[in-house]
């Protein structure tokens, strides 16, 4: 009875009241048919980019889906095709292997370094898997689940500098977010350069922050306007 399991945005106790408060009066309006996302949603997840993360993200890149992990095996399966690669970086969240492996591509494993109980970038290896030519997508996660590592800008700038070099689309998962620990920030990904953001796509959603699971959503980011269109 003394134990409250926070268990993968499935918390055991109540989300907060203006989230109810605000369930409970749409319910009431009682349309409960097909709805599509007003402009409203997006002005409110780009208002919260800017708040926490200092992104000003124009609501014109954005687009939706049920969930980050739905959404991770739509991008895998629209721009990879069967038999390429994908590289994550391990430990990680399993269904990284998932989303992948479900549409016939191949895991590729950057293993992460544990060092005085903290977890590097192993780039050496990370280098050596993004120059073979089928590896195609990487799977970011930032922060890092389960090793607890908010990247730095510089460890970003290396991630991506050498996924440009050798033409490894970046897919971010930054669902974590919004629980960086005090003294620490976390740098949206997109929001580094111009040519970061034409090769990557982020994705988020409020599930872990707000207990929020059973909702549905995520919010997925694309600059580059053909990958957009791919994916809308």
């Known amino acids: 009875d003394q134990v409250i399991p926070l268990w993968v945005a499935d918390m055991d106790f109540k989300t907060a009241q203006p989230i109810i408060d605000a369930c409970v009066k749409k319910a009431e309006e009682g349309i409960w048919g097909y709805t599509s996302r007003p402009a409203s949603y997006f002005e409110a997840v780009k208002e919260w980019e800017k708040k926490r993360n200092g992104w000003d993200v124009d609501t014109s890149l954005m687009s939706w889906c049920l969930g980050v992990v739905p959404a991770l ?6 721009y990879t095709d069967e038999g390429d690669k994908v590289m994550i970086q391990t430990p990680v969240y399993p ?3 998932d989303v992948t492996e479900a549409w016939g591509r191949e ?4 293993q992460l370094v544990e060092k005085d109980g903290s977890w590097a ?4 290896d990370f280098e050596k898997k993004a120059a073979d030519e089928n590896t195609k997508l990487l799977i970011l996660c930032s922060p890092h ?3 607890g ?3 730095t800008r510089e460890e970003l700038e290396k991630i991506g500098n050498i996924c440009l070099k050798h033409h490894v689309l970046v897919v971010s998962d ?6 960086v620990m005090p003294g620490y920030r976390h740098i949206v990904y997109a929001s580094i350069s111009e040519e970061f953001a034409q090769n990557c796509i982020v994705c988020t959603a409020p599930s872990k922050t707000f207990n929020l699971a059973g909702l549905q959503t995520s919010n997925i980011f694309i600059p580059n306007e ?3 269109n791919q994916y809308l």
């Open 174 to 179: 930054e669902i974590h977010f919004d629980l």
């Open 107 to 110: 895991v590729v494993e950057n």
């Open 149 to 151: 590592r908010v990247w």
């Open 226 to 228: 053909k990958l957009r």
């Open 145 to 147: 689940n389960p090793c």
């Open 73 to 78: 095996s739509a991008l895998v399966k629209l």
């Open 95 to 97: 269904e990284f292997y």
């Open 121 to 124: 970038i192993d780039f050496d």
